[in-house]
T-cell receptor, first 115, second 113 residues
């Protein structure tokens, strides 16, 4: 079983739509959680960190459910510029108490927003 | 401040050759991690270095090696290249800390023919 599983899509939505991405992770010892955005043939860029209390950044809302090992990203009022692949990412430290860790990526969910 | 830089941008090699990829982290970051991304997949962890010491290794063969220099820059070496090594190689830098956000460079696209 992969460490991070997410629906690869693709999601094709019109401008102004609301779209939700979900992912699950397998290791309950996971420490921190992120959504990255990756444009075609570019590097992943950090979109937002995800906290247990949920967090919002403009049109983007992320939620974490540690009990269910589930992470979500909601995009409201989609823009053409939101078209990209969204990567669900989990940080797991190999050593208890370490403040470093390695990132485990889902395979990404492709979003296309059309006019 | 400059972001993470990587060189070269693109590289074409033949099977059996060796390659060295370079990365400079964001100023003030002491951790560098390397990831391999093949088409259609998310990046896969290869190595992590912190304060010039290896702190983690992913499930990659011994043909892959890396090191970190006193200025925190890093090199990734791959020996005896195989066709399957063709991928985007990403370097990420970070500060230690609970959330440990990592920031990626533009990557080196390696093609093995």
């Amino acid at each position: 079983r992969k460490e991070v599983e997410q629906d690869p899509g693709p999601f094709n939505v019109p401008e102004g739509a609301t779209v939700a991405f979900n992912c699950t992770y397998s290791n309950s010892a996971s420490q921190s959680f992120f959504w990255y955005r990756q444009d075609c043939r570019k590097e992943p860029k950090l979109l937002m960190s995800v906290y247990s209390s949920g967090n919002e950044d403009g049109r983007f809302t992320a939620q974490l459910n540690r009990a269910s090992q589930y992470i979500s990203l909601l995009i409201r009022d989609s823009k053409l510029s939101d078209s990209a692949t969204y990567l669900c990412v989990v940080n797991m430290s190999p050593d208890r108490g370490s403040t470093l860790g390695r990132l485990y990526f889902g395979r990404g969910t492709q979003l296309t927003v059309w006019p | 401040d400059a972001g993470v830089t990587q060189s070269p941008t693109h590289l074409i090699k033949t099977r059996g050759q060796q390659v060295t990829l370079r990365c400079s982290p964001i100023s003030g970051h002491k951790s560098v991690s390397w990831y391999q991304q093949v088409l259609g997949q998310g990046p896969q962890f290869i190595f992590q270095y912190y304060e010039k010491e290896e702190r983690g290794r992913g499930n990659f063969p011994d043909r892959f090696s890396a090191r970190q220099f006193p200025n925190y820059s890093s090199e990734l070496n791959v020996n005896a290249l195989l066709l399957g090594d063709s991928a985007l190689y990403l370097c990420a830098s970070g500060r230690s800390g609970y959330s440990y956000e990592q920031y990626f460079g533009p990557g080196t696209r390696l093609t093995v023919t």
